[in-house]
């Protein structure tokens, strides 16, 4: 009995505490805040980065970095993306990492190079995809769209692929049989990182019979060529592949350089590039760009041809990369934008048949690079003319007790080769004397553009004084003639050096006649 009364105690004490228990108020757990949103954009920290994953499917990420002018300007267009995906209530969010804030974040994410635009999937931290360099907000919208839905536009019949053909400058169209399988899955995945243009795809057989396709094809449409270019697709037709075709035929067979086009020129899939420099109002332009042209058909996809307007103020900074002037056009270079080492043709005329040339030779791996220096020759002083480079060159000419008359060449110019022989003699002449030297230098392989101020060939003269003084001659080209002209210049130069010299001594004099006053 009393086992039965302890325990119906120890019941109701039980009960007891946990009715107490119930009547408690609960633990609060912390709540998650919200991440702060600026125009639409999420800002992303490490505190908040797995959050954002778990809480969207789609997240873009751009890398910002708020010092580059490139990183800002992605940014607002990043920002107006947002803006549209907001009002067209998609899902998919965008954020923003200030990798100047978040390094450590930045480093975990593997991402060293700024901006840049990582889309991760699913919560997937360890495998975003990297995305192409988008510039436009349009760009940024399309290129999600394609990742997340039909990447290209389902063309029904004739009247519909007339229409989508005439939508833009450059219209993609995939003719395939089967739209599901094979070759048309490497289509949907071509399509997808070329978001500025439109992309339709279609297995209508009129719409095959409309544009003369029997087997499965990407045909590119350009208005300002009249005939599409039809790329046949196959079993071993690769994504990288296609997107090569497309990025390579979408451009011009000579494409002008501006603020517009730079893009896609520095972007663009082929990185041997050659550049005409000329001025677009030369009365020989049609003729050279007619040249150039001519010359690109058989480059296409090898090299990409470009044409420079050097009357263009906003093309300053292109000019000073390829140390070109305006008495220097006009030029043409190559450079291979993947090691940024430039080549210059070795021919003085612009022609179909030269610019061939130099692109074989450049592509056959003989063209000679146009560099800061050449190596210092050997035997550089031992003949009568000096052997100058870019090395040697200012130590050598300015020169307080030396006179040096320089001849700038180009080793293929007619003009060159046929005064080379009277520079040879002009250097005989003056081989004994004290004070003068003469002196080469192949212009085009050595960078001396601060005091070459003429095209080749050109002649300078460097004075033996105190001053770093240059004299341009302008005389005839004539053994006499140059003659004369050193042992003038040898003697202006003299009188020169005397008045520096009594310039010099009378300060001396002064510097020592305040110092003994000081003493005093």
């Not at 795809?201 to 005939?227: G, H, P, Q």
């Not at 553009?449 to 033996?464: I, K, W």
């Amino acid at each position: 009995m009393k086992t039965l009364l302890f325990l119906s105690a120890l019941a109701a004490v039980s009960l007891a505490a946990l009715a107490e228990n119930q009547t408690q108020t609960p633990k609060t757990t912390k709540k998650k805040e919200k991440i702060k949103e600026e125009k639409g954009v999420l800002e992303l920290k490490k505190s908040n980065f797995e959050q954002a994953l778990r809480q969207h499917k789609h997240l873009l990420v751009n890398f910002h970095a708020p010092l580059s002018g490139e990183s800002q300007s992605l940014s607002l267009e990043f920002a107006s993306a947002a803006a549209q995906l907001r009002n067209e209530s998609s899902k998919i969010r965008l954020g923003t990492i200030d990798v100047s804030k978040e390094k450590e974040l930045t480093k975990e994410l593997g991402v060293t190079d700024f901006p840049a635009l990582r889309f991760f999937i699913s919560g997937d931290r360890e495998n975003p995809v990297t995305c192409p360099a988008l510039r436009s907000a349009s760009a940024i919208v399309t290129w999600l769209k394609r990742r997340t839905g039909p990447s290209a536009v389902l063309i029904k019949d004739v009247d519909h692929a007339k229409a989508f053909v005439e939508e833009a400058e450059v219209v993609i169209v995939g003719f395939f049989k089967d739209l599901e399988k094979g070759e048309a899955q490497v289509f949907y995945e071509a399509a997808q990182d070329i978001p500025d243009l439109p992309f339709g795809v279609t297995k209508n057989k009129n719409v095959f019979s409309k544009y003369d396709i029997t087997k499965n094809a990407v045909v590119l449409f350009k208005k300002s060529e009249e005939k599409p270019v039809a790329y046949e697709m196959s079993g071993e037709v690769s994504r990288d592949s296609l997107v090569r075709f497309i990025r390579t035929f979408e451009m011009d067979l000579v494409t002008e350089y501006n603020r517009e086009t730079s893009g896609k020129i520095f972007t663009a899939l082929v990185t041997s590039h050659i550049l005409l420099f000329t001025n677009k109002t030369a009365d020989d332009f049609r003729e050279l760009h007619g040249e150039f042209q001519s010359a690109a058909v058989e480059f296409r996809g090898k090299v990409l041809f470009v044409f420079v307007d050097t009357d263009e103020t906003r093309n300053g900074r292109i000019f000073e990369v390829f140390h070109v002037r305006e008495v220097d056009t006009p030029a043409v270079r190559i450079i291979n934008l993947t090691d940024n080492v430039q080549y210059q043709m070795q021919a003085d005329e612009v022609t179909a048949h030269n610019l061939r040339t130099f692109c074989w030779t450049y592509l056959d791996g003989k063209a000679k690079p146009k560099l800061d220096s050449e190596p210092i020759p050997e035997n550089w002083d031992k003949g009568p003319v000096k052997e100058l480079v870019g090395m040697n060159f200012e130590r050598v000419v300015f020169n307080e007790d030396r006179n040096v008359f320089i001849m700038f060449y180009a080793p293929w110019s007619a003009a060159c080769k046929k005064l080379l022989s009277v520079w040879e003699q002009l250097g005989k002449t003056f081989e004994n004397h004290a004070s003068v030297v003469i002196g080469k230098i192949d212009s085009t392989a050595n960078d001396v553009h601060t005091v070459l101020l003429e095209r080749h060939p050109a002649f300078t003269f460097f004075p033996a004084t105190s001053f770093q003084r240059i004299v341009t001659y302008t005389g005839e080209r004539t053994l006499e003639a140059f003659v004369q002209f050193v042992e003038n210049q040898v003697e202006l130069a003299k009188e020169e050096k005397a008045k520096e010299d009594e310039e010099k001594r009378k300060q001396a004099i002064e510097e020592s006649e305040g110092k003994e006053k000081e003493e005093l």
